[in-house]
Nanobody, 123 residues
Framework: HVQLVESGGGSVQSGGSLRLSCAAS????????MAWFRQAPGKEREGVAS???????TYADSVKGRFTITRDHGKNSLNLQMNNLKPEDTATYYC??????????????????WGQGTQVTVS
């Protein structure tokens, strides 16, 4: 039974930083690829960043240079460091994973497991 649990969301002023974490159980973050997605009210869920088992990463253009995705093998968790946050980053952020072999992708259809989300609000 795979479980992904996000934490670290909150409210921050524009220009501030937050660090999201996704604790995985029943799934090793060393396999396949994982990603962060977000969904703002009234908008479709969109990919933010992804990382594969080799550490290769990919980012949405809107967050390049501001967000960094990493994995912590010791804690079996996925992280997202978000710097220079903007009001348009406000959304519920979701962690996703798949054991498939391949390059990192922020295509929603590629992911098999999802967390419940954590809210990020930037004012």
């Amino acid at each position: 039974h795979v479980q992904l649990v996000e934490s670290g969301g909150g409210s921050v002023q524009s220009g501030g930083s937050l660090r999201l974490s996704c604790a995985a159980s029943g799934y090793s973050v060393s396999q396949g690829y994982m990603a962060w997605f977000r969904q703002a009210p009234g908008k479709e869920r969109e990919g933010v960043a992804s990382i594969d088992s080799d550490g290769e990463t990919t980012y949405a253009d809107s967050v390049k240079g501001r967000f960094t995705i990493t994995r912590d093998h010791g804690k079996n968790s996925l992280n997202l460091q978000m710097n220079n946050l903007k009001p348009e980053d406000t959304a519920t952020y979701y962690c996703a994973a798949t054991p498939r072999v391949g390059h990192p992708t922020i295509a929603i259809r590629q992911y098999d497991y999802w967390g419940q989300g954590t809210q990020v609000t930037v004012s």
